[in-house]
């Protein structure tokens, strides 16, 4: 005969089966699992009345049909039917066979048997899906914290007090599966599953420990004849034995945690393989997958003033925001989706991430550089066609014209030579000044491509050239001093010809904008830039206001990777350029206009 606190404990339990059952019954992905666990639930309830009014019997049946059937068939349909893996087939079969077997049968030790045998199995297949089911594994999580509970309960109690008491805790210890699986369904992230799994498996682990150590402590001292101890010395060797449950719980958790879960790796060792991967990619986006791996993380972006730039994941409810804070502006912080149940960030993914974002930074700062250096190569292959385009036109609507009219006039020419000399004498001396005008074009194309000056003079005698004769906007004279100190090296084309350009244009601007009447141009080079200042005697009375003139020097710098500075003090205008000296074979070549 059952006891009566054995039978409101299955009532209880039958009620938490059956209402979870039903509750998932009605969400359609998990509706096989519920309608199982609803009927699990419902026969536990059957059993109940039969044990109630004597019907022993049939209610032992149909506790064994729940126990070994119903209750083990929605779990393996839980959240969804499996059996397509050859471990989740094999552990079906045994589950279901044994269930039928035993609840045929109807023995107590084929019962026991197919029972252990099918929890087993059960165990094997929530594994299983742990390790493979990425999709499922929260609901999982969830299971495997039911199932925890239960064992914790049952190995614990029975072990210690094997009573009618400890039947009633371990039945509704059964009921908690079904709660939990549907929290696993519609709320898995109502707190971190995996680490109250973890928990509950390091409680069983070292309870059990714990109690087989006393247990066998006592027995020994029994063993070797001496009197069982007395309370006090019971007392010393259960604390000398709790002593090392901490030191145990500690080195429990990280081993069942890989077991369950795998492994969860320490931030020295994430931040090391992390630096591997960052080692071969300048790219964001293979660095924000580098760190979702290696953390198992849902969700990992970076944005630039709010504005996400990449991301990897779906971006959960909760998350954790980290500010990069060595980058330059925009603003960039880097976003992290919280697991399933955490509230924040985990102290351990903080000093990971605290190692790693640094390398992240020197990526990001890179992969700009990168951007920028493809806008500017962009922008100087775009600069390239318009001049090629320019000389084109040039060729093509001027120069090309006058050279047909001369071929035209030359044939006039000889066609009037004997019967006209005098109208041939006019047609050459319009010959000889067209052919003059085509050289003048010409001489105008190829200045636009080089000044020529560069050529015959040198560059600092063809800017004294140029510059001689400036006058200014009231028609005052322009002294240009140039001073230039004897270069190192030959400079490469495109550093003389930008060099020249930047002088005249400076120079022109002190004419046409400045109050003053004189210009200090100043040349220095070293090993690695040549420097070119502008400087005039024009008192600063009003703001600088860029124009298109220092636009033009500032592309002009920044297409040879110098620098441009503009200043100015009280009485004086002050403009700088750097250019470096190691160009690369296009600027050699003197393709910069």
């Given amino acids: 005969m059952i006891a009566t606190p054995v039978l409101v404990a299955l009532a209880v339990a039958g009620s938490s089966l059956g209402i979870s059952g039903a509750l998932l019954s009605r969400r359609r992905h998990v509706r096989v699992c519920g309608v199982v666990l609803a009927l699990a639930g419902l026969s536990v309830g059957a059993a109940v009345v039969a044990l109630a009014t004597g019907s022993e019997a049939t209610g032992l049946r149909l506790l064994v049909f729940a126990g070994l059937i119903l209750l083990p068939c929605a779990v393996l349909s839980y959240p969804h039917l499996g059996g397509r893996d050859p471990v989740e087939f094999v552990c079906s079969i045994v589950v279901v066979g044994g269930g039928l077997l035993g609840a045929v049968s109807g023995d107590r030790t084929v019962i026991a048997t197919v029972g252990f045998s099918g929890v087993l199995a059960l165990v094997a297949v929530v594994w299983w899906r742990l390790e493979h089911d990425a999709a499922d594994r929260a609901a999982l999580t969830w299971l495997a914290v039911g199932g925890v509970g239960v064992g914790l309960v049952a190995g614990t109690a029975v072990f210690a007090i094997p009573s009618t008491t400890t039947w009633s805790l371990v039945v509704l210890a059964v009921g908690l599966v079904g709660p939990c699986m549907w929290v696993g369904v519609t709320r898995p992230d109502v707190v971190d599953g995996r680490a109250l799994a973890v928990g509950l498996a390091v409680a069983v682990v070292v309870a059990t420990t714990y109690l ?15 009197p069982v101890p007395s309370p006090a010395a019971l007392g010393l060797i259960g604390l000398v034995l709790a002593a090392g449950v901490p030191a145990l719980a500690r080195s429990l958790h990280d081993g069942i945690d890989q077991l369950l879960f ?13 630096v591997g991967e960052f080692g071969s990619h300048n790219d964001p986006v293979v660095a924000l997958a580098v760190i979702q791996h290696a953390l198992d993380l849902p969700y990992v972006a970076l944005t630039a003033d709010k504005v996400t730039v990449a991301a990897i994941g779906r971006r959960p409810d909760r998350v954790g925001i980290i500010a990069l804070a060595r980058l330059p502006p925009p603003t960039s912080t880097l976003v992290v989706g919280l697991r399933p149940g955490e509230r924040r960030l985990r102290s351990a993914d903080r000093r990971t ?16 550089v990168t951007a920028e ?11 390239l066609e318009e001049e090629r385009r320019r000389v084109r036109r040039d060729l093509h609507d001027g120069l090309g014209p006058r050279l047909s009219g001369i071929g035209y006039t030359a044939d006039a020419v000889q066609n009037l030579l004997r019967e006209d000399p005098d109208q041939a004498t006019v047609l050459l001396r319009d010959l000889r000044r067209v052919t003059s005008d085509a050289l003048d074009e010409i001489r105008r194309i190829a200045y636009g491509m080089r000044p020529p000056a560069l050529d015959e003079l040198g560059l600092v005698a063809a800017l004294q050239q140029q510059t001689r004769g400036l006058r200014t906007a ?21 550093v003389e010809v930008a060099a020249y350009r930047f002088v005249i244009e400076a120079v022109n601007n002190v004419a046409k904008h400045s109050n003053g009447n004189s210009a200090c141009v100043s040349l220095s080079a070293d090993d690695h830039d040549l420097t070119v200042t502008v400087s005039d005697n024009g008192s600063n009375d009003r703001p600088w206001a860029p124009g298109v003139g220092i636009v033009a020097m500032k592309e002009r710098a920044a297409a ?34």
């Fill in 353 to 368: 991430l605290g190692l790693i974002v640094p390398l992240l930074e020197q990526t990001v700062r890179l992969s700009r």
């Fill in 474 to 494: 009231r028609n005052e004279p322009v002294m240009v001093t140039i001073t230039a100190s004897p270069f190192a090296r030959e400079l490469p084309a495109a």
């Fill in 373 to 383: 250096l493809q806008l500017a190569r962009q922008d100087l292959v775009t600069a």
């Fill in 560 to 593: 040879l990777g110098g620098t441009l500075t503009i200043g100015s003090g009280e009485f004086t205008g002050h403009i700088e350029t750097k250019l470096p000296l190691r160009l690369s074979g296009n600027h050699r070549e003197g393709h910069t206009s």
């Fill in 262 to 274: 795998g492994r969860r790796r320490d931030p020295l060792a994430v931040a090391r393989g992390v």
């Fill in 212 to 226: 087989a150590a006393y247990s066998s402590l006592v027995a020994v001292v029994e063993l070797t004849g001496h």
